[in-house]
């Protein structure tokens, strides 16, 4: 049965006058010193109005938890189920417009939130930071599900940054959202996890992704209960994860090791492509593996350096503590090691028969402006 009852957070009462206990979401709000004065109607119990608010692949799992706790009619913990998404350049839209389309969910294009009555929000990749105005409106808040351990990793890029810094522990946290800052609410739920060896951004993202769908529906269950037993975000041990720009991928020969570059490799070569430069012309490394240190002798080697290994078929690339192996490359075209071998390297020392190695290597990328890398990472984003 649905209970509906009225709620008003009033005015401070004179010292010594008695009054009752304030409902959870109200407690969690007046900390902020948020006070509504609104007639609110306010569900006691599931099941809940939700809107949800989300992008990506990560966001689309959390939704279809939601999607099917609302289709278990035994449970009654979703009542309504409508979503928020940001527009996208292409036909087919994001991954939680899609997935909201084909089951046939509300969908609104952000800034649109609808005008619908809602218990709360949940939030999962979304991007944008949600006005005070917009959380109110909610009578128990927003509830943001974030990859990562809170209060590391704040920010758009978590999982990015915990394989680029190459964490040995990350997590799911469920955490109420506060306005004007991305990540610092108070924590709800928290779950750790052991990040996989040598796991890509994209594998890490799919484990948290059902972890975080699991505690989403697990807070849900018992909302206000989560609320009032919600825990403010410790002071220390916060670090931030922006967004990756098109200049993170060009590789820095000299500086970086290949356990730093293949960490790079691992954390955003599905989204862009690592580059370096090769005869003024960019060239992007597409397939990267390791390699055990080849004993190259009467050769001078600097960081860059680039042999064609005829047993392996791949190009070895000397960086700043040893090797990296690269499968194929694109340079105008993809070409494969054993072709760009063929069609340039061994041209090239053909027409320079005296020239050592390290005349003809890989240099450092330097990008231009940062506007110009912004439409970089954009139009590769399309792409994808």
């Given at each position: 049965m649905r209970v509906l009852v009225r709620r008003c957070w009033g005015p401070p009462l004179a010292h010594g006058a008695r009054r009752g206990r304030p409902s959870p979401q109200w407690r969690a709000l007046a900390r902020l010193g948020w006070e509504d004065c609104r007639d609110s109607r306010v569900r006691e119990k599931p099941p809940w109005r939700v809107l949800f608010f989300g992008t990506d692949q990560f966001a689309r799992e959390a939704l279809r938890a939601l999607h099917a706790a609302r289709e278990n009619k035994e449970e009654e913990l979703i009542d309504k189920l409508e979503v928020v998404t940001m527009p996208s350049p292409s036909p087919k839209g994001l991954p939680v417009?899609?997935?909201?389309?084909?089951?046939?969910?509300?969908?609104?294009?952000?800034?649109?939130?609808?005008?619908?009555?809602?218990?709360?929000?949940?939030?999962?990749?979304?991007?944008?930071?949600?006005?005070?105005?917009?959380?109110?409106?909610?009578?128990?808040?927003?509830?943001?599900?974030?990859?990562?351990?809170?209060?590391?990793?704040?920010?758009?890029?978590?999982?990015?940054?915990?394989?680029?810094?190459?964490?040995?522990?990350?997590?799911?946290?469920?955490?109420?959202?506060?306005?004007?800052?991305?990540?610092?609410?108070?924590?709800?739920?928290?779950?750790?996890?052991p990040v996989p060896p040598k796991s890509t951004a994209k594998e890490l993202e799919a484990v948290l992704s059902r972890l975080g769908a699991n505690m989403l529906i697990s807070v849900l269950k018992n909302l206000p209960e989560s609320l009032s037993n919600g825990r403010q975000q410790p002071m220390e041990g916060a670090t931030y994860a922006p967004k990756i720009s098109a200049g993170t991928s060009c590789i820095k020969w000299e500086e970086q090791t290949s356990e730093q570059i293949f960490r790079l490799y691992r954390a955003i070569g599905n989204i862009i492509p690592l580059q370096t430069l090769w005869m003024a012309n960019t060239i992007k490394l597409l397939d990267l593996v390791e390699v055990n240190n080849p004993k190259l002798t009467g050769q001078a080697l600097i960081p860059g350096s680039v042999i064609y290994h005829k047993q392996s078929q791949i190009l070895l690339v000397y960086c700043k503590d040893g090797w990296i192996g690269v499968r194929s490359v694109m340079l105008k075209k993809s070409l494969t090691a054993t072709d760009f071998y063929n069609g340039y390297l061994h041209p090239w020392y053909q027409k320079n028969s005296q020239a050592q190695p390290s005349q003809c290597r890989f240099q450092t990328l330097r990008l231009p402006t940062k506007k110009k890398q912004k439409k970089t990472v954009a139009m590769q984003q399309c792409i994808e």
């Amino acid at each position: 049965m649905r209970v509906l009852v009225r709620r008003c957070w009033g005015p401070p009462l004179a010292h010594g006058a008695r009054r009752g206990r304030p409902s959870p979401q109200w407690r969690a709000l007046a900390r902020l010193g948020w006070e509504d004065c609104r007639d609110s109607r306010v569900r006691e119990k599931p099941p809940w109005r939700v809107l949800f608010f989300g992008t990506d692949q990560f966001a689309r799992e959390a939704l279809r938890a939601l999607h099917a706790a609302r289709e278990n009619k035994e449970e009654e913990l979703i009542d309504k189920l409508e979503v928020v998404t940001m527009p996208s350049p292409s036909p087919k839209g994001l991954p939680v417009k899609q997935y909201a389309v084909q089951s046939q969910l509300p969908v609104y294009e952000w800034p649109d939130v609808g005008s619908g009555e809602y218990d709360v929000g949940v939030v999962a990749s979304f991007g944008r930071l949600l006005n005070e105005a917009l959380i109110l409106k909610f009578p128990y808040g927003i509830l943001n599900v974030h990859p990562s351990c809170l209060p590391r990793w704040r920010g758009p890029a978590p999982v990015i940054h915990t394989v680029l810094h190459g964490d040995t522990v990350t997590g799911v946290t469920i955490m109420q959202i506060r306005p004007k800052r991305f990540d610092v609410g108070p924590i709800l739920k928290q779950e750790t996890v052991p990040v996989p060896p040598k796991s890509t951004a994209k594998e890490l993202e799919a484990v948290l992704s059902r972890l975080g769908a699991n505690m989403l529906i697990s807070v849900l269950k018992n909302l206000p209960e989560s609320l009032s037993n919600g825990r403010q975000q410790p002071m220390e041990g916060a670090t931030y994860a922006p967004k990756i720009s098109a200049g993170t991928s060009c590789i820095k020969w000299e500086e970086q090791t290949s356990e730093q570059i293949f960490r790079l490799y691992r954390a955003i070569g599905n989204i862009i492509p690592l580059q370096t430069l090769w005869m003024a012309n960019t060239i992007k490394l597409l397939d990267l593996v390791e390699v055990n240190n080849p004993k190259l002798t009467g050769q001078a080697l600097i960081p860059g350096s680039v042999i064609y290994h005829k047993q392996s078929q791949i190009l070895l690339v000397y960086c700043k503590d040893g090797w990296i192996g690269v499968r194929s490359v694109m340079l105008k075209k993809s070409l494969t090691a054993t072709d760009f071998y063929n069609g340039y390297l061994h041209p090239w020392y053909q027409k320079n028969s005296q020239a050592q190695p390290s005349q003809c290597r890989f240099q450092t990328l330097r990008l231009p402006t940062k506007k110009k890398q912004k439409k970089t990472v954009a139009m590769q984003q399309c792409i994808e």
